[in-house]
């Protein structure tokens, strides 16, 4: 293998390509050559860096030096001070002190370990960390009910809101006699603010269809569906290359590694509703339906597409499962806390220094994650409110900093990880207008079903326009929460039974914010 | 088995739900989008109970009913459920029962008064309705929708004529006709299957408009006149003026399950018209007189006969009609083969 002096990353998901990180990699790879760098110093193309709003991005290994906002006349002052002369350029460097605290120690991520760091596009790349070993384990040396044991004894909990546990889920399946099975990958990802599931998939293809096939193998499925939502482009076509490739090297396809096993993964690609995430508007939506929710039981576990008995999990619950099968249960247990064992993805967006994502054990407390991982408020802001889990989430005030993100901790303050979006708010915010945006959401969200959600989410809606335009009265908030109260009660689906929580949040913890408008 | 509801012990048996038990023992439990016939989809939320070791609230008209289940359908929680759920469907529908075709026949308004709602508590609907009256029997006021989707149903999967569906989402979810075409543009064959499912006042014929209130009217169930199928249909007459008023079909009748066809449940015009012929006429120097039916089928008897003497029996066709039905298309065949002597009989369905 070739050796390098360096290692230049650049980071390339939809905000990147929108902010033209082609031509820069372009007007790089020739500064290098013009140089004579080219043989020393090695461009990888990779997912994303995991940061946010910070245009094109490059990360230099060995010394972790993260350039960002690049614009194309700044390439060849790098590459002349940087990697000719060893001067880094500290007027674009990400501020040091942030790179320091910032999670860029891949050590304890599980998901997130070769985003950005290896090519996606390769299979090769996968390999040679380690890919597909599970695979070839599972196939080779453990019957479908050690791996199921495996994932049970984990702990592994889906990451798509609900938190189920994913061996029981799996258990329901697996004794089922039937024609066909399916695994249906759940990557609709329509949380607001929530874009994990992108980014795993942009950065590690790969892991996911792994994941996908050791789900497979434990229940008895022959074919996996991957629904996606149609604005993911780059995911879409990173995961096409990447079946592509495993068909190619018999990953996938009849008679996988000489064990009998049969396997094939399908893309499916939504029209971006949110209800389609909900798992049985997805697979209504799969077999080309209208996509509203349907009765439950039965579950899909027992009849899900086409009524065959069907897993659905979330991108980040499967991508978790090969570490599971190469390392064991006992291994994945050590990260998180009990009960909720892992780690998990979060997307941190607003007035923080570090918008972005970041992986990080189960249990770690909210003000860990905004201190450390996002690094801290904004300059000059202080914090106010956090919604925690997407629209479907909570308002936590500066009093649950120190509540623990995981399943179980949340639930103690009502409130949920939900997708793991984590919407930080500074005194500048005002929660009527945080509130309006999150009803406006779920009003133009809701398919229509069923009467308490399509009207009530109407209904809330005209309230608190009317809050926000100083017509509301003290009375309408308490109104407010008896409806959504009420469509906790008699919704068809989640959708329906979700805007009671940041209803009840804001309006309880932030009450002042409302009384401002009204009066 | 034995189910309890409200504290009561009720005969249930496998395979019933709890909304049935409870309708057929008279024990009313709000429902908008229960039908038998189109079944259960669990979607207007209107039917919802507590059931004893179920976490949250069931929709009654899908759960199916166990060994010793009790259910209870008065509590507090569950009535303020359901009146959320009628209230919010009042809210955002132009509900005005006062001129309102389906009053009194009305399962909403069934529900409003059963859970003490006088008025709506919001107007959510938009005041510039439209109503769709481009078909000639039917009229659509989609305001009064609340999305019980019996109509799509029926359209689609009873009497198949797949004209139906959702449009739109959300609050703004709507009833359409094909892609969303005026009613009379679009393949709907105006059978009136949709009318008869509709729960409320949105889906509603069009001629009878304002000609009688439902508790003024008698009902009268009979055969339709049109075809050999026997549809049993009910006949709907205001006594004070002799007129049928409006028809509708008989449920659950063995032959056509409460559907109807354009003629069957809109053909009933003739009942009443002038140029109705009221008895035989016989034509006379190219003039019709009124004749008795004795003197008519002697003249058509002697007739026949005449011709079979002269001409032969193959000189005489028989041809039924699809109207009769297959006793009398039977009898006929057995007349012309026994008493005028030929095999020369076919029937109108084989065009
Ligand atoms: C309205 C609604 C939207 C949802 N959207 C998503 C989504 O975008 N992605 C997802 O993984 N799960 C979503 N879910 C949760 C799924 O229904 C389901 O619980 C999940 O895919 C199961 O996977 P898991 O066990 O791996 O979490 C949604 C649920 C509801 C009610
Ligand atoms: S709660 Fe009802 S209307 Fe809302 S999304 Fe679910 S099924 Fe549709
Ligand atoms: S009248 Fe008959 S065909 Fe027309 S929309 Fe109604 S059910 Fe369908
Ligand atoms: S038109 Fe009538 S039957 Fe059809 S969905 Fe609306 S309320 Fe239900
Ligand atoms: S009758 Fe049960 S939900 Fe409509």
Redesign the pocket.
């Known amino acids: 293998m070739k050796f390098y002096r360096s290692h230049i990353l650049i980071g390339i998901d939809d905000a990147s390509l929108a902010a033209g990180v082609k031509e820069i990699e372009a007007i790089l790879r020739s500064e290098l050559q013009k140089n004579n760098l080219s043989e020393e110093i090695n461009i990888l193309e990779t997912g994303t860096l995991g940061l946010f709003g910070t245009g094109v991005s490059l990360m230099v290994y060995p010394e972790q030096t993260a350039y960002v906002n690049l614009q194309k006349s700044d390439i060849a002052e790098i590459v002349e001070e940087h990697f000719l002369k060893g001067r880094p350029v500290h007027r674009l460097i990400l501020d040091n002190t942030l790179v320091r605290k910032y999670d860029f120690n891949y050590k304890r991520r599980i998901v997130l370990n070769n985003s950005g760091v290896i090519d996606p596009e390769n299979i090769d790349e996968y390999l040679g960390t380690g890919g597909y070993e599970a695979w070839e384990k599972a196939l080779t040396s453990m019957q479908p009910e050690a791996v199921l044991q495996e994932v049970k004894a984990s702990g592994l909990r889906g990451r798509g809101g609900a938190g189920f546990p994913a061996g029981l889920k799996w258990s329901f399946t697996a004794p089922i006699k039937a024609e066909q099975k399916y695994v249906v990958v759940n990557a609709d990802e329509g949380e607001p603010g929530t874009f994990k599931d992108r980014l795993i998939m942009e950065g590690d293809p790969h892991k996911l269809l792994e994941g996908v096939m050791l789900c497979a193998y434990a229940i008895g499925a022959s074919e996996g569906y991957i629904y996606i939502r149609g604005e993911y482009k780059l995911c879409i076509s990173r995961l096409e290359k990447a079946i592509e490739q495993a068909r190619d090297y018999g990953i996938l396809g009849k008679n996988i590694f000489g064990s009998g096993f049969d396997l094939d993964i399908f893309i499916k690609i939504g029209a971006g509703a949110y209800?389609c995430g909900e798992e049985t508007a997805l697979i209504e939506s799969m077999e080309g339906n209208r996509g509203?929710?349907r009765s439950k039981p039965p579950f899909p576990g027992v009849a899900g597409a086409w009524q065959m008995p069907t897993v659905v999990n979330n991108v980040e619950t499967l991508a978790n499962v090969p570490a599971i099968i190469t390392n064991g249960a006992a291994w994945f247990a050590e990260h998180g806390v009990e009960g909720c064992t892992g780690t998990k993805v979060y997307t941190i967006m607003g007035d923080v220094r570090l918008p972005g994502l970041c992986e990080v054990d189960m249990g770690t407390t909210l003000r860990t994650i905004i201190q450390q991982y996002a690094g801290g408020m904004k300059e000059g802001k202080a914090f106010k409110a956090a919604l925690v889990g997407g629209a479907a989430g909570v308002f936590l005030n500066d009093q649950r900093l120190d509540v623990k993100m995981d399943y179980n901790s949340l639930k103690e303050y009502a409130a949920v990880l939900g997708s793991g979006a984590i919407l930080v708010m500074s005194h500048s915010a005002d929660m009527v207008d945080m509130l309006w945006s999150v009803l406006r959401f779920f009003r133009h969200e809701?398919?229509?079903?069923?009467i308490p959600?399509?009207k009530g989410t109407q209904l809330l809606y005209k309230l608190i326009d009317g809050i926000r335009k100083g017509k509301g009265k003290e009375s309408d908030l308490d109104e407010m929460i008896r409806i959504s109260n009420g469509m906790l009660k008699s919704?068809?689906?989640a959708?329906?039974?979700s805007p009671c929580m940041p209803i009840n949040s804001a309006i309880t913890n932030f009450r002042e914010d409302f009384l401002a408008r009204i009066k | 088995m034995i189910v309890y509801l409200n504290g009561k012990a009720y005969e249930a048996s496998p395979g019933e739900t709890v909304l049935q038990v409870a309708l057929r023992n008279h024990l009313y439990i709000p429902h908008l989008c229960f039908h038998e016939k189109t079944g259960k989809a669990a979607k207007c939320r209107a039917c919802v109970v507590e059931v004893e070791g179920m976490p949250g609230l069931k929709t009654s008209c899908n759960q199916p009913v166990t060994e010793g289940m009790k259910v209870t359908t008065n509590s507090k929680q569950v009535l303020d459920a359901q009146r959320l759920v009628v209230d919010l469907a009042l809210s955002s529908g132009r509900h005005d029962c006062l001129a309102c075709e389906q009053n009194g026949n009305c399962e909403l308004q069934d529900a409003a008064y059963y859970l003490g709602i006088t008025k709506p508590s919001f107007q959510l609907y938009d005041d510039n309705y439209e109503i769709d009256d481009s078909s000639e029997f039917i009229v659509v006021d989609r305001s009064k929708c609340i999305s019980c989707g019996r109509c799509i149903v029926g359209c689609n999967h009873t009497v198949v004529n797949e004209v139906l569906n959702y449009g739109n989402r959300g609050y703004e979810t709507k009833i359409v006709f094909d892609t969303d075409l005026p009613m009379g543009s679009s393949t709907c064959v105006q059978c009136g299957e949709c009318v008869q499912l509709c729960p409320v006042g949105c889906i509603i014929d069009k001629r009878t408009i304002g000609a009688g209130r439902t508790w003024e009217l008698d009902k009268v169930e009979t055969v339709c006149p049109y075809c050999g199928v026997g549809c049993k249909l009910e006949v709907h007459i205001d006594r004070t003026q002799d007129k049928i008023i409006r028809i509708t079909g008989v449920e659950d009748s063995p032959t056509n399950n409460g559907m109807l066809c354009v003629k069957g449940r809109y053909g009933f015009d003739f009942v009443n018209s002038e140029e109705r012929l009221t008895s035989p006429m016989i034509k006379e120097n190219g003039k019709f007189r009124e004749a008795s039916w004795e003197e008519a089928i002697a003249l058509v008897a002697s007739k026949f006969t005449s011709i079979k003497d002269e001409f032969g029996s193959d000189s005489i066709v028989g041809l039924a009609s699809a109207k009769v039905t297959n006793e009398e298309n039977f009898a006929f065949q057995k007349f012309i083969r026994k008493e005028v002597g030929t095999n020369n009989v076919d029937h109108c369905a084989r065009l």
């Open positions: 209800v509203t929710p809701s398919c229509g079903k069923c959600c399509a919704s068809f689906c959708l329906g039974q």
